[in-house]
């Protein structure tokens, strides 16, 4: 009897520690859902810099720097301010066929680029989607003190996010992605930081196109407050 009895006891501790960790990861979430809301709100009365850069293994590179910020359903949105690349238009139907080349790759560096936005600038409904599904454990190492939640099928299909996030103030200092541009395999590093006072942003993308043997990198940067 006393065997069954330390059995049933810690049976009871293991259920009512899954309970309390299911509870625990909703408030969580939530908290992590109302932090970035927030910060997306205070984010809209910002305008910044994207310094955007795609270079291949062949040596191609294209260049862009854009003016971004966020509209009103929280969406980035991009104007090209400057843009350059050393694909160098030839005559006859090379040059024609290196012009819809490098207009290829300029309309993938958009598809990119918006996927990968997709993961900075959740929505709150997102969010909460993310961690309701979403498994959490604790860091180690560099991440030691921050909460590793990952997640699948999050903005696009098939795709695996993992959010290193602070506990202390509920925002992520890290995002890593695997995903897809249309039919394009793509993964990437998304690093944030606080503006004191103010939003969490992003400072700085990798992310690799290995099919296209491609890396683009954007620094995010000149975050003021839009007059």
């Given at each position: 009897?006393?065997?069954?009895?330390?059995?049933?006891?810690?049976?009871?501790?293991?259920?009512?520690?899954?309970?309390?960790?299911?509870?625990?990861?909703?408030?969580?979430?939530?908290?992590?859902?109302?932090?970035?809301?927030?910060?997306?709100?205070?984010?809209?009365?910002?305008?910044w810099?994207?310094?955007?850069?795609?270079s291949?293994?062949?040596?191609?590179?294209?260049?862009?720097?854009?003016?971004?910020?966020?509209?009103e359903?929280?969406?980035?949105?991009?104007?090209?301010?400057?843009?350059?690349s050393?694909?160098?238009?030839?005559?006859?139907f090379?040059?024609m066929?290196?012009?819809?080349?490098?207009?290829?790759?300029?309309?993938?560096?958009?598809?990119?680029?918006?996927?990968?936005?997709?993961?900075?600038?959740?929505?709150?409904?997102?969010?909460?989607?993310?961690?309701k599904?979403?498994?959490?454990?604790?860091?180690?190492?560099?991440?030691?003190?921050?909460?590793?939640?990952?997640g699948?099928?999050?903005?696009v299909?098939?795709?695996?996010?993992?959010?290193?996030?602070?506990?202390a103030?509920?925002?992520p200092?890290?995002?890593?992605?695997?995903?897809?541009?249309?039919?394009v395999?793509?993964?990437g590093?998304?690093?944030?930081r606080p503006i004191?006072?103010?939003?969490?942003?992003?400072?700085?993308?990798?992310?690799?196109?290995?099919?296209?043997?491609?890396?683009?990198?954007?620094?995010?940067?000149?975050?003021?407050?839009?007059?």
């Open positions: 009897m006393k065997t069954w009895g330390i059995l049933i006891a810690v049976f009871l501790v293991a259920f009512l520690a899954q309970g309390a960790a299911v509870e625990d990861k909703a408030a969580f979430g939530t908290a992590c859902a109302d932090a970035q809301a927030a910060s997306m709100q205070m984010l809209k009365a910002f305008k810099n994207a310094d955007t850069h795609l291949t293994s062949d040596g191609k590179e294209i260049h862009y720097k854009l003016a971004c910020r966020l509209n359903k929280g969406e980035m949105v991009r104007e090209v301010k400057e843009s350059d050393n694909i160098r238009r030839k005559r006859g090379r040059g066929a290196q012009h819809e080349q490098a207009e290829a790759a300029g309309e993938m560096l958009d598809h990119i680029v918006s996927v990968t936005a997709s993961y900075m600038y959740m929505t709150r409904a997102e969010e909460v989607e993310f961690f599904s979403a498994t959490i454990t604790e860091g180690s190492g560099d991440d030691a003190g921050k909460l590793i939640v990952v699948r099928d999050v903005t299909e098939g795709d695996e996010v993992t959010k290193v996030v602070d506990p103030t509920h925002f200092v890290r995002i890593t992605y695997q995903s897809k541009a249309g039919d395999p793509i993964d590093e998304i690093l944030f004191e006072g103010g939003p969490n942003v992003p400072r700085m993308a990798t992310i690799n196109v290995p099919s296209k043997e491609g890396v683009v990198t954007a620094e995010f940067l000149d975050y003021a407050k839009q007059l």
